[in-house]
């Protein structure tokens, strides 16, 4: 255990010993605030002789009145709105479900085998009727 940990704590160290060059700052890489060879730049301060008056011109515009033109008006009525048209109550198709039905139970006695056979014929049937109610 002591080995594992001294093992760890070795190449640890190892590691952050061989990165730490990757974070120096040698100082002579190309930097936006350095304008010499590792010299700083030499600051000059001056003043004016005289004070400088700065004179504001002055713009003329002549401003032109509005001309104000009657312009047509549209009115926009409203679309018309009808009441919904329903029509007549369609009564229960028994001729669809019966067919409907014939035609799933023959294709579910073909789907079944065995004791399975009169299960499928009526899933079939069933499922054929709700489908021939629809036409």
Do not use: C
Not at 2 to 29: E, Q
Not at 97 to 126: C, P, Q
């Amino acid at each position: 255990m002591f080995a594992r940990k001294s093992i760890y704590v070795l190449t640890a160290g190892t590691l952050l010993a061989a990165s730490v060059p990757a974070f120096a700052d040698h100082g002579h890489w190309d930097r936006d605030y350095e304008y010499g060879h590792g010299r700083a730049p030499a600051i000059e301060y001056r003043y004016p002789a005289r004070p400088v008056v700065v004179e504001r011109r002055v713009e003329r515009r002549v401003v032109e009145r509005p001309v104000y033109v009657e312009r047509p008006v549209y009115v926009e009525r409203p679309a018309p709105v009808y009441p919904p048209v329903y029509g007549p109550a369609r009564g229960p198709n028994v001729l669809g479900t019966a067919a409907g039905a014939i035609v799933g139970a023959a294709i579910g006695s073909h789907v079944g085998y065995g004791h399975e056979r009169v299960a499928t014929t009526a899933v079939g049937a069933v499922i054929g009727g709700a489908i021939g109610s629809q036409f």
